[in-house]
């Protein structure tokens, strides 16, 4: 289980453009790790728009999202480019990095075997290490999406 004040376990994964992206890339930065359930889900689109529409925002913050599901990075790019998504969204099709977050929703809708990510939002910060946490075990949940502007206001 990853905890406030811990280390960001590392990662790569594929991207949209099936290039690896690690958590490495951004290091000296703080990251908004946005762990969403499924591409083109109303609540996932409703969440992963407003990272979008707040872009701005958490950019002048000092701050960069990435978006992380289970999905393979061919959903996941038809996702981002529906959506106009401008952040990196990573396919966890094997579900490790999920795992290491300690995030991982077995048999999402009663299907067996359907494993997906709970949502759930992390800040890291600058030096790699969790300053924020907030974890769902209900998928139709949405962040508090002014607590985490407010959060990255303070940091």
């Not at 083109?40 to 925002?57: G, H, I, Q």
């Not at 996702?79 to 579900?95: C, I, M, R, T, W």
């Not at 800040?123 to 962040?143: F, H, Q």
């Amino acid at each position: 289980m990853v905890n406030v004040g811990q280390k960001a376990p590392p990662f790569t994964l594929v991207d949209t453009e099936l290039k690896m992206r690690s958590l490495d890339e951004f290091k000296g930065k703080k990251v908004v790790l946005s762990f969403f359930v499924a591409a083109s889900s109303p609540v996932c689109t409703k969440e992963m728009c407003t990272f979008r529409d707040e872009w701005n925002e958490i950019s002048k913050l000092g701050a960069h999202v990435i978006g992380i599901s289970n999905d393979g990075p061919f959903a996941n790019k038809a996702f981002a480019e529906a959506q106009h998504l401008n952040f990196p969204v990573l396919g966890d099709y094997k579900s490790k990095t999920i795992r290491d977050y300690d995030v991982l929703m077995p048999d999402l809708l009663h299907v067996k075997g359907y494993d997906a990510a709970k949502r759930s939002v992390f800040i890291v910060d600058e030096a790699g290490t969790v300053v924020y946490k907030w974890v769902s075990d209900n998928p139709l949940l949405e962040p508090n999406y002014q607590e985490i502007m407010d959060f990255l206001k303070k940091k």
